[in-house]
């Protein structure tokens, strides 16, 4: 039976010396992420804001988005933002948090039911008071923070201090970009985008963990080749492994953000990011940083200090 080759056996890619354009690249988008947050901002969903969302289908023909805009703003709930999605017979009503605690956001409820029950059918329908919107953003950044800390602690013991200072940087890296790209996009951003950015995060960090893994292989095998040289053979090594995998994810993300519907267009389109990120920052920012480090250097230290004809550890 005959094996397909999507990528080369043996490549033999210069990767490191492409840090001194990457390195440059990624501090302006994360300077950019910076600027965009402080001026654009997040478009916080109902999770994090508090209010209603609804969501409402028509019983005949197409809506007419005028007609709703111009009926929801009359009910006296403020500015109602209305947004048509689908195949033109569906559409959203977010309505801005009243006051009164939950009472006043289930009224927001009964009085779209009776401007909209007759002649639209409703499809999906969330109130979130203050104090849970509240909760919910003291969760979302708890999950990240734990995430980041954990990981820090896994690689710290797994590999040596460089790895981890590396993997915690590219982490942070997609961490800065990803919402930069929610700025930019204006995707709503909500507790299903937290579970985005969670997911990002593991994906690159798996794949960041597996490039390691090949560089402490790799030094331990090839003693004589500078940093430059391991990492080139590393990141060349896992290149098939890391092309074949992001395709693979890729082709799923597209049949989610095409056929998955409003709910989670935003997690998928947020996703489709992260993959193109994860795995540029997995090889172009966890690998070199590993240079600026100290690595090679500290690692023949400590295989200096062992006595002589210890044969190196077996690389797991």
Known sequence: MWLVRYVPQETKLGFMKLRSITFPISAALSLLTVLLFFTWGLNFGID???????????????????SIRERANTLGFGSVEVQEFGGGRDVSLRVELQEGGDQAQQAVVSRMREAFGAEYEF????????????????????????????????????????????????????????????CLTQLTFDMTSIAAVLTILGYSLNDTVVVYDRIRETLRKYKRMTIYEILDVSMNATLSRTILTGVSV???????????????RSFAYAMLFGLVIGTYSSIFIAAPILIYLGLRTTTASTEAAEPAGKAPQAAE
């Open 48 to 66: 994090f804001k508090g209010g209603t969302l609804i969501e409402l289908q028509s019983r005949q023909g197409q809506v007419d988005i005028a």
């Open 123 to 182: 499809r999906r329908v969330e109130v979130v008071g203050p104090r849970v919107s509240g909760e919910l953003v003291q969760s979302g950044m708890l999950g990240v923070i734990l995430a980041i800390v954990g990981v820090l602690i896994y690689l710290w013991f797994r590999f040596e201090w460089q790895f981890a200072v590396g993997a915690v940087v590219a982490t942070l890296h997609d961490l800065v970009l990803t919402v930069g790209f929610f």
């Open 250 to 264: 890729f082709l799923s993300l597209i049949a989610l953000a095409i056929f998955g519907g409003e709910i989670i």
